[in-house]
């Protein structure tokens, strides 16, 4: 069982340093049922599955000016969605469990993922079992978080890398498309697809056609899915997805190699984990068998933003872009292309 779930663990959070002993404590928060299990992974999993859902609403644009008919760029970005100090504990709620329980009820925060260490101590007594199977009357320590562990510089984020490529078409609207295909590596498998459409409104406007800046709407869409087999012949597989939905009012003005920018808008962002296949667990004295045990749906990280930043030309046609975004979760995003207008 070890095994499982530090692979569900590297699943979704994408990460490797996470040690064995805490896939233990996973087991036994299983053994409080599905329905308990699945609220105490959705809290401690949030920030992760929030970093990278708002890391993909990043790095759409890096000028509000479209390209001319079958003018184009082709941009590599990293963004950085910086985890909130509030999303390293979360709040025990007793009333949501129906099986588990604090010993010390009078300190309820406990660690996510991205948190520390804990000594607090959890009671699971699940007298009906899993699915009619299995009794199980015990305490736990809760699982400690990765900072426990980790010796992360600065603030902590999961780095969200995207490519694009963006075309001019007619009217001063650029179709932008993100595109990943499937990525194997060992027991993981990646891809990801997106689209977006990027639009000058001002030449609808009387007279502001004249004015000495771009204006722009955006709106795009990306979504990226992970598979970890656990064990295939099995048939037993972990999987992740995220998606986010942008839309956004763009302003620019190029000064000769130079270009601020600058976009306000918002997200919407959601992203679900769930481990498939059957998998054994021991109980009070016996091993019973759970189909499908973990289900986990993420959302309410989105909501308005603010974007500032620039772009620089170098050599004409190859430019640098940098912006920060503030919003539930700070994104900075870093990105290099090639542009030919």
Do not use: C
């Amino acid at each position: 069982m070890k095994k499982i779930f530090t692979g569900t663990i590297i699943a979704i959070s994408l990460m490797a340093n996470v040690q064995q002993s805490q896939a233990q404590d996973f087991e036994e928060v299983i053994n409080s049922g599905i329905g308990d299990a699945n609220t105490y992974l959705r809290n401690y999993m949030d920030p992760v599955a929030s970093s990278i859902g708002n890391g993909l609403a990043n790095g759409w644009y890096n000028t509000a000016r479209p390209h001319k008919t079958l003018g184009f760029d082709l941009t590599f970005n990293v963004n950085l969605a910086t985890i909130p100090d509030a999303a390293k504990t979360f709040e025990f709620v007793a009333g949501d469990y129906s099986n588990v329980e604090l010993v010390d009820p009078s300190n309820t925060t406990l660690p996510t993922f991205v948190g520390g260490e804990t000594n607090q101590q959890l009671v699971i007594s699940n007298d009906d079992g899993i699915d009619g199977q299995g009794q199980f009357n015990q305490n736990i320590v809760a699982p400690s978080g990765i900072l426990a562990d980790l010796d992360y510089p600065g603030p902590l984020a999961i780095p969200t890398p995207t490519i694009q490529l963006g075309v001019g078409i007619v009217k001063s609207t650029d179709l932008i498309i993100r595109f990943t295909p499937q990525i194997n590596v060992g027991d993981f498998s990646f891809q990801s697809f997106g689209f977006g459409v990027k639009h000058d409104f001002k030449q609808w406007i009387p007279g502001m056609k004249l004015l000495p800046f771009d204006l722009s709407g955006l709106i795009g869409f990306n979504r990226i899915s992970t598979n970890y087999q656990i064990d295939e012949q099995a048939g037993q597989f972990a999987e992740f997805g995220a998606s986010a939905t942008t839309v956004q009012a763009i302003i620019s003005k190029k000064l000769l190699f130079f270009t601020p920018y600058a976009g306000l808008g918002f997200n919407i962002v959601r992203s679900n984990f769930a481990m498939k296949g059957d998998y054994e667990f021991s109980g009070d004295n016996e091993t019973y068998t759970v189909t499908d045990p973990i289900d986990l749906t993420f959302d309410g990280s989105g909501g308005p933003r603010f974007t500032i930043g620039a772009r620089a030309k170098i050599l004409w046609v190859l430019a640098l872009n940098i912006d920060y975004t503030i919003q539930k979760y700070n994104t900075l995003s870093v990105g290099f292309g090639l542009n030919i207008r």
